[in-house]
């Protein structure tokens, strides 16, 4: 019989986009599991935007309400315009087992031609990244936001998962 494995920690980047929400349920519904750490991270602008703050805070319980694992959940603002780049220092700075953020969804030319987080994260972390998005079906229908306080594990879940990283 082998051990159980040990807590690992998990760095989740939010930007209460459905696709991030989303994300979210299905990292606590496939990725974590009893003991595990999860360090929730998200990026402002400025110091001054306690809404966001507050918005998030709301989000997270009401995440940690719909579960029963026994996990530990810190939440870390970081301050700047370059989303990816604060998100990579934190991951450089903690040494997670994994980064998962959701994806908006934009074509690979857009993403290119803008700029995309997730694009950054994949390139520059050094751990494992996810990036998780709505599937058409499920983006059709508003999944996200509105399902937080009733999700349910599925047997399919409602994400396209696109394991890009692995180390």
Same mark, same amino acid.
């Given at each position: 019989m082998s051990a159980a494995a040990p807590p690992k920690?998990?760095?989740?980047?939010?930007?209460?986009s459905d696709h991030s929400v989303?994300?979210?349920n299905w990292t606590f519904d496939y990725i974590l599991?009893?003991?595990d750490?999860?360090?929730?991270a998200v990026v402002i602008d400025k110091e001054s935007d306690r809404d966001t703050i507050s918005r998030v805070k709301t989000l997270l319980r009401a995440v940690w309400q719909t579960t029963t694992l026994q996990v530990s959940m810190s939440m870390r603002v970081l301050v700047?315009?370059?989303?990816?780049?604060?998100?990579?220092?934190?991951?450089a700075e903690l040494n997670p087992a994994m980064l998962v953020l959701g994806s908006a969804g934009k074509n690979h030319v857009t993403g290119f031609l803008v700029?995309? %987080?997730?694009?950054?994260? !994949? $390139?520059?972390? %050094?751990?494992?990244?996810? !990036? $998780?998005?709505?599937?058409?079906e499920?983006?059709?229908?508003g999944r996200g936001l509105s399902e937080v306080g009733g999700r349910r594990r599925s047997k399919s879940p409602l994400l396209q998962i696109d394991p890009v990283k692995f180390l």
């Open positions: 920690l998990v760095v989740f980047a939010l930007d209460e989303a994300a979210l599991k009893d003991g750490k999860l360090t929730v700047g315009k370059k989303a990816g780049e604060q998100i990579v220092g934190l991951v700029g995309s %987080t997730s694009n950054y994260c !994949v $390139a520059n972390a %050094t751990c494992a990244v996810i !990036v $998780a998005r709505l599937d058409e499920a983006e059709a229908r």
